[in-house]
């Protein structure tokens, strides 16, 4: 007798070879049918943290304001030339337009690195090293830029001589060329110059002057942001200059979004003005506090004085060509730092004078603040440490 098998269909074959490779899995003992011990984990990518960006003192705010706002002008004056050479002249040769376009381009990109050198330098006053010098060092570019501009006025003296302008071309191409090598070595001169004066003693002294120039710089604005808050003129002041600015600056927006140059170019002036007019206002109103007790005296030990006469620390040194500095100094920063002390001797002794001058002033403020139902005006600090 012969036994007949159903054949298996094709889903029974599947849940069987299923059910064989999960008895596998479980057979390991773990139950899991993962085997922990052989995966690596993988390490997340770490990112490098950024390094914080020092902030600049509200000086250099106004002063990078303003270098953007000559940025600005350049840009202006190159779009002028460039719509002079895509404008048609009469009794013009194309060479001489084109070329006379060139001198207001490159007159415009002179502008515009007079006013970048002060935007990227003193305009970063608390963020570089040393501010003073990379203002300094760009007139190197600017000179560059203006041995350029020469060449360009070369250009356009060459190309009188054509068209139907052809019969002079006798005198003003060798002319041009002279003008061209003029403007060429205006533009080598600056590149040496440039060159010069980012490095070696020129370097060293705007480096020393520039750590004078920061904390003082910080000192007047302490100064000014403390009188504008005794005065009680400081927060109105900001936010009118604050609110002239935004305005400033939204109408100069206004010009830009017509994309006609230079119209378009004119707004960009417009804008950084006002926000240039609107930075101004933290110069009045902020944190300011008097200072230490000799403001003065931190700012003349980072000048290049050390080397003039003996060793630093030395009696010699002290005795040899700073001491007629000293001795000129000394009364000056005695009563600063009598002053900055806040003491009762230093304000009776060497600032009497002054503040005998000064009180009918803060008595009129102080009177004024009272009538109206305010508190007395505190004292006012002046130069930093001067507490009056």
């Known amino acids: 007798m012969k036994a007949h098998f159903a054949p298996m269909s094709s889903v029974t074959l599947a849940c069987a070879a299923a059910l064989m490779l999960l008895a596998g899995c479980s057979s390991g003992g773990s139950g899991s049918g993962a085997n922990a011990g052989t995966s690596t984990p993988t390490t997340p990518t770490t990112l490098p943290t950024p390094a914080a960006t020092p902030d600049t003192t509200p000086t250099a705010k106004v002063t990078e304001g303003a270098g953007n706002t000559v940025v600005a002008a350049g840009n202006v004056v190159s779009d002028i030339g460039k719509t002079i050479q895509g404008t048609q002249l009469p009794l013009v040769p194309d060479a001489t337009r084109t070329s006379l376009g060139g001198v207001v381009v490159n007159a415009g990109d002179t502008v515009g690195a007079l006013g970048a050198g002060v935007r990227d330098g003193l305009g970063k006053m608390g963020a570089v090293s040393d501010p003073l ?31 139907q302008l052809a019969p002079l071309g006798a005198v003003t191409t060798p002319v041009g060329g002279l003008v061209n090598q003029a403007g060429g070595a205006v533009t ?25 120039i920061v904390p003082l710089t910080s000192q007047l604005t302490n100064t000014t942001q403390t009188l504008g808050a005794a005065t009680g003129l400081g927060a109105p002041v900001n936010n009118l200059l604050v609110t002239l600015g935004n305005s400033v600056a939204s109408g100069g927006s206004l010009l830009t979004n017509t994309n006609t140059p230079p119209v378009s170019s004119l707004g960009g002036v417009v804008t ?75 304000a009776a002794g060497a600032l009497a004078p002054l503040t005998g001058l000064l009180a009918p002033v803060a008595g009129v403020l102080n009177g004024a603040r009272t009538a109206t139902g305010g508190s007395p005006a505190p004292a006012l600090p002046l130069l930093g440490g001067l507490g009056l």
């Open 133 to 163: 010098g990379v203002t300094v060092a760009s007139t190197g570019n600017v000179v560059q830029k203006a041995g350029v501009t020469v060449s360009s006025v070369g250009d356009v003296v060459g190309s009188l001589g054509t068209g």
């Open 272 to 346: 950084e003005a006002g926000k240039t007019v609107a930075a101004a206002g933290v110069l009045l109103h902020g944190s300011g506090t008097a200072a230490g007790s000799n403001p003065l005296g931190g700012l003349l030990n980072n000048l290049p004085l050390a080397g003039l006469a003996g060793s630093p620390g030395t009696s010699a040194g002290a005795a040899g060509a700073q001491a007629p500095l000293a001795g000129l100094l000394a009364p000056v920063t005695g009563a600063l730092g009598g002053a900055g002390a806040n003491s009762g001797n230093g």
């Open 188 to 212: 080598t001169v600056g590149g040496k110059l440039g060159q010069a004066l980012s490095t070696g003693p020129v370097a060293q002294v705007t480096g020393s002057v520039s750590k004078v």
